[in-house]
């Protein structure tokens, strides 16, 4: 039987990211190859999936992962399928060698650390190619194109899903791709996207995946803005003011907080409005040469598990706090301005906060 040729990245040479032993996996198969002997050997493996670009948000879960499981594998991997056809898909940041660097230093910090984690390192990136995620072909970024998806309604088409109306459908079949490839026992999310983990935390049980989901906290600039590998799109101008999302969302936790009478969709909303709307004015009586401008996406107070839209918080269920801001691109700027990657364009960014279930929140 003819041998068929391959690539260097399919040759059975193993490929590392440089000084470390980190294997780079770059197909299905390899994967599959690295995979086995931890099945047999009752070696855990924890999976943090990400699209590259990797921050302190990324490096938590990595940690979180490490913690927790023999093995840590992550997967850097820009999935065309989650991105509509008007959105960033040819600019998204691809920044291999920092991640490379990233992860080596990770790597290193396990080696060291030998008492606070179960893993020894990280033991494996997987970098696969579209080709080889979707054998079928460059999978449709239209609603109504064929192809193989995964989806779950209606979770998928409200708050992040009513903008973004084919995200949850290409998350949910990436995910299932890459947790039928990887076989992890733990998968780890963080909670800044929190839409994204009920509808993993849905696909999981629905589709009987014997994985478990692991929530990690989002991680936060000291002013209070979620990392997000987006931010680099911002330009230190609008950068200044992203922190609004997070504020507004503060001011209606407090409103919550403060007790009688707010629990009420209303006044718990309108605090996080107030505040934004307050900034904005500061923003608009500047010149267009310094100020920033905004638009509120949504102001979501929903249900911790279906994410529909609440009237009322139930205290011994709890709440989820979300919204999402499009920072538009800055007016009249300036010859010398950090204006952001790919020329600042339009940022969309999101953020929440959880009301916990008063148990939990008194334990
Ligand atoms: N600030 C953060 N804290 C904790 N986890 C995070 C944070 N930002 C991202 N993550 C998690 O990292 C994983 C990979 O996310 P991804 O690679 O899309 O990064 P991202 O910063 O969310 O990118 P983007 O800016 O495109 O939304 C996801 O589970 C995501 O929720
Ligand atoms: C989970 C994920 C890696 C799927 O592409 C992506 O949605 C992300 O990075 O949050
Ligand atoms: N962090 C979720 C990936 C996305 O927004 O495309």
């Given at each position: ?300 107070l929903s249900d911790p ?49 959880i009301i916990q279930p ?6």
């Amino acid at each position: 039987m003819a041998c068929r040729s391959t690539s260097p990245s399919s040759s059975s040479a193993v490929e590392k990211i440089p000084s470390t032993s980190i294997r780079v996996l770059r197909s299905v198969e390899a994967v599959r190859r690295w995979r086995r002997p931890h099945t047999l050997d009752r070696r855990t493996v924890g999976f943090v999936p990400t699209m590259g670009a990797l921050h302190e948000g990324h490096v938590s879960l990595i940690r979180a992962a490490a913690r927790e499981n023999h093995h840590v594998v992550v997967s850097v991997y820009v999935n065309p399928a989650q991105f509509g056809i008007a959105e960033d898909l040819g600019s998204y940041p691809v920044t291999w060698a920092a991640d490379s660097a990233v992860l080596a230093r990770l790597d290193r910090e396990l080696a060291d650390d030998g008492a606070g984690f179960l893993a020894a390192g990280v033991s494996a990136v997987f970098a696969p190619s579209t080709a080889d995620m979707y054998p079928a072909g460059f999978p449709g970024q239209a609603p109504d194109s064929p192809g193989s998806f995964v989806t779950l309604t209606p979770i998928s088409s409200v708050l992040e899903g009513a903008s973004r109306p084919t995200f949850f459908r290409g998350v949910a079949t990436v995910c299932m791709k890459l947790f039928n490839i990887v076989q992890p026992d733990r998968v780890y999310f963080g909670q800044k996207d929190v839409q994204q983990t009920v509808v993993i935390r849905a696909m999981v049980r629905d589709f009987m995946l014997p994985t478990a989901v692991v929530i990690g906290p989002t991680v936060r600039a000291p002013d209070g803005l979620a990392q997000s590998s987006r931010n680099v799109y911002l330009g230190a101008r609008r950068r200044a003011v992203a922190p609004v999302l997070h504020d507004a969302l503060r001011a209606a936790e407090t409103a919550y907080s403060a007790g009688a009478g707010a629990r009420d969709r209303d006044a718990i909303l309108d605090a996080a409005r107030s505040l934004a709307d307050a900034v904005l004015a500061d923003q608009m009586a500047l010149a267009p040469a310094q100020r920033v401008r905004f638009e509120i996406d949504y102001l979501s107070l929903s249900d911790p598990e279906t994410m529909q839209e609440l009237a009322q918080v139930d205290p011994a269920r709890g709440a989820i706090l979300s919204g999402a801001i499009r920072m538009l691109p800055v007016e009249d700027p300036q010859p010398d301005e950090d204006r952001g990657h790919s020329d600042g364009p339009l940022v969309r960014l999101i953020d929440n906060i959880i009301i916990q279930p008063a148990d939990t929140a008194a334990a």
